[in-house]
């Protein structure tokens, strides 16, 4: 018979306590450290994204407007060579061969859902509502269309909406 002289050690097949550090596994301040990490990741991670999609709106957005004024523009010379005065039409989207996707045709009012595009005929905006429910809007004067002072208006810059 043999003495064992440490008091945990016991016989094969039962409970030994000191096996537990050959265990494989984490730790609770392990995981409860890679939480953390995680955590500080995605407050860093989060409002970055949030940033790029709101650039990356405000590049389309600007995208649709340079293809308006540049049909704009290419409407004014068709109608100064076919009926010899640069004019704009009254909505600034009928100078578009491509219509933007989500545009609301003959609207009179402003965008209200997301990526819509429309021209509000009572104020004379173009207006876009991007996907956080922010609706922006660009005043557009067509200029005079007919007579001795007829001429091409004005697209301007881009506005927020108020209580938007």
Known sequence: MSLSLHPFREKEGV???MKLKDQAGFTLIELIMVVIILGI???VAIPR???????????????????????LETYATE???TEGRRVWP???FDALETKPDKYETGAGTDADEDGEWTFNTTTGNVTHQRND???WHWDFDPGVQTGDQAGIGTLGNRTADVGT
């Open 49 to 71: 994204y949030m940033n790029m999609v709101a650039t990356a709106e405000e590049a389309a957005e600007d995208a649709v407007i340079s293809q308006i004024k540049a049909g």
């Open 90 to 92: 009254t909505n600034p």
């Open 15 to 17: 409970n030994n306590p």
């Open 79 to 81: 109608k100064l060579i």
């Open 133 to 135: 429910n922010t609706r």
């Open 41 to 43: 990741l995605s407050a």
